[in-house]
């Protein structure tokens, strides 16, 4: 039976509870304890398995955990209940038992090496360990990132200690409870905290008692996190990222005009724009029988219809300031007749498309914000954005098949890390390596047996 509200597991549940070195140091000790006694003597099927019941769970309308996420306060989730329901769909939908496993063949070869040694073509015989304790250090806009740490320690057989921004680990948690309910047992191997970053007292306890700590964060919380860490520890940061959708000149001939519309609008509204696969720019190829202008003007319609069925909802402090600025930028600039024209929701800033002659790359407020520029072909692209070229995530292409492929090859070659089909630049599979590095084999370690 489900309680009508959560239970009171995590140290996040405890409202006003000191969090003191002494606590946290405890508390990943007792993790280790609990996970050596249960989890670590689990099965790749038992693990798998569960995961894939949560999924099952979180993406039933009438699952009480789910319908508790949706219902609360947009300033506790970040986002509106339409637009939050829409991507635990997208996440949970990939938490199937076959990609799973696909994951584990991906990072392992073999997946039993989580669990015993393996032989190797060269007879030697190999097996991977997972991080005793494993920290997360939890972004603060968007959970899907932590629902898959999460996933991906439970497949390691690691204890897991998730630190959460001040105010952002509802989701978090309510994730945390459900699978206290699926699988307590596992549970018990996860604790849920929250805290201002640079708390000294917790986090110093917390980085003395992790084998390994995950952050995903700006640039300057990943690099604080890695002077304080002490050379053995490892750390997995992910920093800021930026992404950029392309348009190839016959992809409207080829999918039909409406079709890519709607996609570059699936990349603009996915949890609001935040997070590192997000378009900025939609750059769309010229001399095609779909001209760029004439893309904006449409995507504009897109957004203004999107609007009324998955509102955008309240966005943060200072967010609105800067879409109103960057609007007044480009007024001025479309008045002037400088080579840009600006489309707008009315009475709001739930919705901003720019169109502008200028190519270089521009960063967007957020918040369904989106420049659209025109280009020749993907190697002007190349050439525009050499300077942001280590700071590229996803690149999201509209085009036939056989043109992906040749888009994507100098992308690659380039650096590109992730490319996919736009619409889909905000919905990675499981199994994607973020900022191109394996998603587990950044966190174990692997022993080998060798034989006379």
Not at 41 to 48: K, P
Request: aromatic share 8%; charged share 20%; net charge negative.
């Amino acid at each position: 039976p489900m309680p009508e509200q959560p239970l009171d597991y995590f140290l996040a549940d405890k409202q006003g509870a000191e969090l003191t070195h002494s606590l946290i140091a405890e508390a990943s000790q007792t993790l280790r304890r609990n996970c050596n006694e249960y989890l670590a003597t689990l099965g790749n099927e038992q693990i798998i398995f569960k995961l894939a019941e949560l999924a099952n769970l979180w993406r039933s309308p009438d699952y009480p955990l789910r319908q508790m996420a949706l219902d609360a306060d947009p300033e506790e989730t970040g986002f509106p209940r339409e637009v939050l329901a829409a991507g635990l769909d997208a996440c949970f939908a990939d938490w199937t038992q076959e990609k799973f496993f696909m994951l584990l063949t991906q990072e392992f070869g073999d997946p039993t090496r989580l669990q015993s040694f393996a032989s190797q073509p060269n007879r030697t015989f190999s097996m991977v360990n997972g991080p005793q304790l494993i920290a997360h250090i939890a972004p603060g806009n968007l959970p899907v990132p932590v629902f898959q740490s999460i996933s991906f320690g439970l497949l390691l057989r690691s204890a897991q200690f998730v630190k959460c921004a001040s105010g952002k680990s509802l989701l978090p948690r309510l994730f945390g409870h459900s699978l206290h309910f699926v699988e307590p047992g596992m549970a018990a191997a996860l604790e849920i905290a929250e805290w201002d970053g640079g708390n000294e007292p917790p986090e110093s306890a917390l980085f003395a008692e992790a084998d390994c700590v995950t952050v995903n964060g700006s640039d300057k919380t990943v690099e604080s996190i890695r002077q304080r860490l002490p050379l053995a520890k490892r750390l997995a940061g992910y920093g800021h990222r930026v992404s950029f959708g392309y348009v190839e000149k016959q992809a409207n001939e080829v999918m039909g005009t409406q079709t890519v519309i709607s996609h570059a609008a699936d990349d603009v509204v996915a949890w609001n724009q935040h997070g590192c696969l997000s378009p900025h720019v939609i750059y769309v190829e010229e001399n095609g029988s779909l001209n760029p202008a004439r893309f904006a003007e449409m995507l504009a319609g897109e957004l203004e219809a999107r609007n009324e069925t998955m509102p955008r909802g309240p966005s943060s402090t200072g967010e609105p300031a800067a879409i109103s600025t960057a609007r007044r930028f480009y007024k001025i600039r479309a008045a002037n007749n400088a080579g840009a024209a600006l489309w707008e929701s009315e009475d709001s800033t739930d919705w901003t498309v720019v169109h502008e002659d200028e190519r270089q790359f521009q960063t967007s407020p957020l918040n369904r914000f989106i420049f659209v520029k025109p280009i020749e072909h993907i190697d002007e692209v190349l050439h525009v954005l050499e300077p942001i070229r280590q700071s590229v995530s996803t690149v999201g292409l509209a085009a036939s098949e056989a043109r992906m492929r040749d888009l994507a090859l100098p992308l690659a070659r380039w650096g590109v890390p992730r490319i996919c089909p736009l619409g889909q630049m905000q919905r990675p599979p499981l199994a994607w390596r973020h900022d191109g590095r394996p998603p587990l084999g950044e966190l174990i370690r692997w022993a080998d047996l060798e034989t006379a």
